[in-house]
């Protein structure tokens, strides 16, 4: 369980660096227990997939096998907070329609790469073919996406559109 701490501390020091420009304790464990809810939807829904799948491997190395898949987001993440560190304040948040749909593009290959790497897993603890394993891989995302979506949505009261729409400044 590994890489899903490594993840938690990450999206930490991503709040911590966003909401003060540095790294602080206390800004990375609110971070850290803020975002729990995305590694336990996806751990839970992989545990609820992995359960139909042949195993070849303990639950436990299999979390660790299967987060190898958040490496694109990190890299993503990492490449953000660098390019928000060397904006201003009104920069980073009234950034012009362009910027966030180049962010918004910048998305495509990583969920590509992401997904890639995720069908892989699929196919490398299943004994049936392809087909099997991109079932496994739709079953995992629509049970981890709905549960995050969910909460997240559930969380603040705010709909999806609102979010849409307050993230394109519309």
């Known amino acids: 369980m590994r890489r899903p701490l490594l993840l938690l501390f990450v999206f930490g020091c991503v709040v911590s660096l966003q909401a003060s420009n540095r790294l602080s304790a206390r800004l990375i464990l609110d971070g850290i227990i803020s975002f729990a809810f995305i590694p336990f939807f996806e751990v839970l829904s992989l545990?609820?997939?992995?359960?139909?799948?042949?195993?070849?491997?303990?639950?436990?190395?299999?979390?660790?096998?299967?987060?190898?898949?958040?490496?694109?987001?990190?890299?993503?993440?990492?490449?953000?907070?660098?390019?928000?560190?060397?904006?201003?304040?009104v920069q980073a948040t009234a950034g012009p329609v362009w910027w966030q749909v180049t962010a918004l593009l910048s998305l495509l290959?990583?969920?590509?790469?992401?997904?890639?790497?995720?069908?892989?897993?699929?196919?490398?603890?299943?004994?049936?073919?392809?087909?099997?394993?991109?079932?496994?891989?739709?079953?995992?995302?629509?049970?981890?996406?709905?549960?995050?979506?969910?909460?997240?949505?559930?969380?603040?009261?705010?709909?999806?559109?609102?979010l849409f729409t307050g993230w394109l400044n519309v």
Do not use: E, M
């Open 109 to 162: 290959p990583i969920v590509a790469w992401s997904l890639y790497i995720d069908l892989q897993f699929f196919r490398s603890i299943r004994a049936q073919g392809r087909g099997a394993a991109a079932g496994d891989l739709a079953r995992q995302r629509l049970i981890s996406w709905t549960c995050i979506v969910a909460y997240f949505i559930g969380h603040d009261g705010t709909t999806f559109f609102q």
């Open 47 to 89: 545990a609820i997939v992995y359960r139909r799948a042949p195993r070849r491997v303990p639950l436990a190395r299999a979390v660790d096998a299967f987060f190898v898949a958040n490496a694109p987001w990190l890299v993503w993440l990492l490449l953000f907070v660098v390019v928000r560190s060397v904006q201003t304040p």
